[in-house]
């Protein structure tokens, strides 16, 4: 139905809005100036918008011509607290943050798929739900949507699911990866507060001192890893984050540090977390010291579906050629909670590259870094795939 040539047409409204979206990044559940920049660029489509109620989303419905399912399209709306230093001309306006990980672009390409579709409307078998969802990073906003009822909004349960990521590094610019079952990691965040009692430096007999129990437990759980997880089956454990004492010669009453976690599989996800447990209690105990444990489960393991995945790759493959549609070869560790939705219907997850040519994809600078960029281009090729992955899915299920 669809040919990139089809969104030609779209192409410099769709960057100018990535660009737009850009200067003015949004965090969180609460995005009124990226809600009303979508609205905008929606109006005069013949869509049933309605917006969130505890979060600022979009969702809109287009019915098509002729009855059958729904099938919904995912892009993510919010920002990172990163302080830009890309250098582009239409850099963040706002200081410490910056859209370092392409939701502008997935924002932007939903809004052109809709309009690919919304000109096509008359050839789809069914309805096309656009769910533009905030609070990707670390809020949890599609667990909230599907709350809210965005599964549903078509007036059934969509069939199936799909959304796009851009990738500032590894994929080259408009190279497209996914790939059956695991794709990418559940993450889990960790928050380790420990007790000691406080006292001079030059006297640490007559204090308990909680930063070296600290020190520890953050190099011993690194060999709980090693150790745990199925070399086949990985896990992974960064502490990003630890801190303690206020002064060079002051023993500290506490310290904290906080971790993230990645897995692979439910099994290891429950033996790595018990471990995470059993290792700084039992440091703590045999330091003295008291501790406290805040585990939270974060995201699921992205899941695609393996006849959806198939059915994707053959998709794109079709539009865009094979050498540029590709089987990824393993999962990424990276976390996303559109996992939420691949758990409630079948779908597949798909990256893109946005690596600007002439820039090696080995080393340009990743996603949710400050330095990051992500070309232009990706916009158009980004929404023609995912116009491409709604009516194709549609008309498949007439067939």
Known sequence: MFSSHDVLAYADRLISLRHALHREPELGLDLPLTQAKVLAALDGLPLEITTGTSLTSVTAVLRGGRPGPAVLLRGDMDALPVQEESGLDFASAIPGVMHACGHDIHTSALVGAAHLLAGRREDLAGDVVFMFQPGEEGQRGAKVMIDEGVLDAAGQRVIAAYAIHAAAAVLPLGVVATRPGTMLAASDSVTVTVHGKGGHGSSPHLAVDPVPAMCEMVTA?????????????????????????????????????????????????????????????????AHGVRVEVDYQADYPVTVNDPVEAAFALTTVRELVGPERAIEAPRPVTGAEDFSFVLDQVPGAYLMIGAVPPGTDPATAPMNHAPQAIFDDRCVPEAAVVLAALAAARLRQAAA
Do not use: C, K, W, Y
């Open 221 to 285: 759980l690194q060999t709980m890893v090693t150790r745990t997880a199925d070399v086949f089956d990985p896990a992974v454990i960064t502490v990003g984050s630890i801190h303690a004492g206020s002064a060079f010669n002051v023993i500290p009453e506490s310290g904290t540090f906080h971790a993230t976690v990645r897995t692979f599989s439910p099994e290891t996800h429950q033996v790595i977390q018990a471990g995470v447990e059993r290792v700084v209690r039992g440091i703590a105990d």
